[in-house]
């Protein structure tokens, strides 16, 4: 498959001549290798240029040894007069031989002034889809070099065939890194991530939310319902159908997990009328039904509130219709009793989990009777992201991943370091990183690697310029977490679980050894990016993690 670039045109909702340059990127995608570049302007269009990468060129393939093809697509009719193929638009007309050449020379003009491009090949293509070219002697342009309507199919295997792989020139390696960093510099390929934001999570809650369809057909007497999913899968979306539907149906509905921030944000997007809340907040709930108060400044607190909770009978105010256990992962067989002793028989029960999220070294509960259901597509995270996961997960492992998210780069960046004071001048960096890659902010989220007790990150409220937004362990009046002020958002990746960002900076990452704890923690991590992961590491981690993966 060949990289396109910039990334983000999957997920464009487009109509007219846009549309029909995405379905060539999507032909290229798939039918080029993977050595084979492509890079393209759909995300940029005006009534001037179109959607010309560079003066009238709509694509530009860069070959494995750093050639060029510009390719020009004429979609719709043209003409064909004694001066060659032309293109009417409003008020003129264009003959198309002139357009390719005109692009081509300052093309290789601009290629002849950068060092270490002087000896690129650059090459032209003409692809007219929908149009017939009839008299190919006067078009203007070598038939060799033309792909019409004829022979649309073949569009791929003529790019091969003019821009071959064939025996790399001694400097081919060197051609094809200043190739691409021209073709950055000089068109400034940088995708508009504050436009591609919101079109990207309305994307990836659609096509995750899949699960959410298709499970609920299910029918079983009693329902009772596990999903094995992984990060990415949809299982928040099946989570809140399940919740929405009981209410609408006149029932009240049961959410429960482990993690505070993940009930905080459930209970946010989802509609008034049942209960979304942690194990721990369940159990307060019940406790205080019956007259009591937790003393949470005893050290042995939760321990004491959990068997508190078990020893006494909920009442009526306890019994709900749907419960819905998310991160099932983290609970334990007696937790797993007391959320299920509040459902009738009658009660549609669904266990929703993620093996490979098992920060707490939980042993696997059994749910003897359920019907199971495995899901292994990851759409949140970049498909980069998920390929550089694969490469660290056994090939045998019991719980697969699959990249099927729109975007299809979403490379890893990784930033080393050999001390503490490295670690957060790094830190400082990816901040920038992501900035010039136009997120925002608000778009940025820093996720330690460590908890709070033992990050040294999260002892700062500052790094530079920029000010950090992070959990105080305390609540407030009305139970609702305390957080600093600041401008980025810090969080452990223990309390970070559940949730995502669009661009994740994966700090503090330092282990000795990559053991299965280790390699959990980085999963958990780094499928909380949407769009883009930089990993902040310390040298002897980033040693074994680049002997596992190929970045």
């Known amino acids: 498959m060949a990289r396109i670039l910039p990334d983000g045109w999957r997920e464009l909702a487009v109509t007219g001549a846009a549309q029909r340059e995405i379905e060539t990127l999507a032909v290229l995608a798939e039918r080029l290798p993977d050595d084979y570049t492509v890079y393209h302007a759909v995300h940029w269009t005006n009534l001037e240029r179109g959607f010309a990468v560079f003066g009238e060129i709509d694509f530009i393939v860069v070959g494995p040894a750093g050639d060029l093809l510009l390719i020009e697509q004429k979609s719709g009719y043209l003409e064909e007069s004694a001066e060659g193929l032309q293109k009417r638009y409003e008020g003129r007309t264009k003959r198309v031989a002139v357009q390719m050449s005109r692009s081509a020379g300052a093309l290789r003009t601009k290629l002849g002034r950068r060092p270490g491009c002087q000896g690129v090949q650059v090459d032209s293509l003409l692809y007219c889809p929908d149009y017939h070219v009839r008299h190919s002697e006067t078009a203007g342009v070598v038939a060799e070099r033309i792909v019409d309507a004829a022979r649309r199919e073949q569009l791929p295997a003529v790019i091969e065939r003019l821009l071959p792989a064939g025996a790399a020139r001694a400097d081919a390696q060197l051609n094809a890194r200043e190739v691409h960093r021209f073709l950055r510099d000089v068109i400034q390929l940088e995708s508009d ?62 959410y429960v997990c482990f993690n505070r921030p993940l009930a905080d944000h459930f209970a946010a997007i989802a509609p008034a009328g049942g209960l979304a809340c942690t194990f721990h907040m369940l159990c307060e709930r019940i406790v205080r039904a019956h007259g009591e108060t937790p003393d949470f400044t005893r050290p042995d607190a939760f321990a004491r509130l959990e068997s508190r909770a078990a020893e006494l009978t909920p009442g009526e105010e306890f019994r709900f219709d749907t419960v819905i256990v998310d991160e099932g992962q983290d609970f334990s067989e007696a937790w797993r009793d007391q959320v299920h002793r509040l459902a009738s028989a009658d009660s549609r029960l669904l266990w929703l989990e993620d093996p490979l999220q098992n920060l707490y070294g939980r042993p696997p509960l059994p749910l003897p009777g359920w019907v199971g259901l495995h899901a292994t597509g990851n759409y949140r995270s970049p498909r980069g992201v998920v390929r550089m996961l694969k490469g660290l997960l056994p090939e045998d492992g019991d719980h697969p991943i699959e990249a099927l998210s729109p975007f299809d780069s979403g490379e890893v960046e990784i930033l080393a370091y050999a001390d503490a004071a490295g670690m957060l001048q790094q830190v400082s960096v990816a901040i920038r990183l992501c900035y010039s890659a136009g997120f925002r902010k608000q778009d940025v989220a820093i996720v330690s690697y460590h908890g709070r007790e033992h990050s040294h990150l999260m002892r700062h409220d500052r790094l530079g310029a920029n000010t950090l937004r992070s959990f105080t362990g305390s609540y407030d009046l009305l139970g609702q977490p305390i957080f600093s002020e600041g401008d980025l958002l810090l969080e452990s990746v223990y309390r970070f679980k559940g949730q995502s960002a669009p661009a994740v900076i994966f700090a503090e990452i330092d282990f000795e050894t990559l053991d299965d704890r280790a390699l959990r923690k980085l999963f958990v991590g780094a499928t909380r990016a949407m769009m883009k992961l930089v990993l902040v590491i310390s040298e002897t981690a980033a040693r074994q993690l680049l002997e596992r993966i190929d970045l």
């Open 193 to 254: 991530v504050s436009a591609l934001l919101d079109r990207a999570r309305d994307m990836v809650t659609r096509i995750s939310g899949g699960l959410a369809h298709w499970a609920r057909q299910l029918e079983f007497t009693p329902f009772r319902l596990r999903v094995t999913g992984t990060a990415g899968s949809g299982k928040t979306q099946l989570a809140l159908a399940e919740y929405r539907a009981t209410i609408d149906a006149g029932k009240r509905p049961l």
